[in-house]
């Protein structure tokens, strides 16, 4: 799932998904303990374009549960 909440991720990881937060300028300050992926925004990453697979590989490369 991707969400921008602590309502959202709670949401998402009471289904069992795995989730990646890209908080907004609203949401920033909330808690995403839990978040499988933290990212700044999903537009551009280090420079490169995020697309599904970029989110994919760093899904595969990050614990269960634990944001970056």
């Not at 709670?10 to 995403?32: E, H, I, N, S, Y």
């Not at 933290?38 to 990050?62: C, F, I, K, W, Y």
């Amino acid at each position: 799932a991707f969400e921008d909440s602590a309502n959202g991720l709670a949401a998402a990881r009471a289904a069992g998904l795995r989730t990646v937060v890209t908080p907004t300028r609203w949401t920033l300050g909330q808690a995403f303990d839990g978040a499988d992926l933290l990212l700044p925004s999903l537009a551009d990453v280090g420079g490169a374009r995020m697309g599904l697979a970029e989110v994919e590989r760093l899904l595969a490369t990050a614990p269960a549960g634990a944001a970056e």
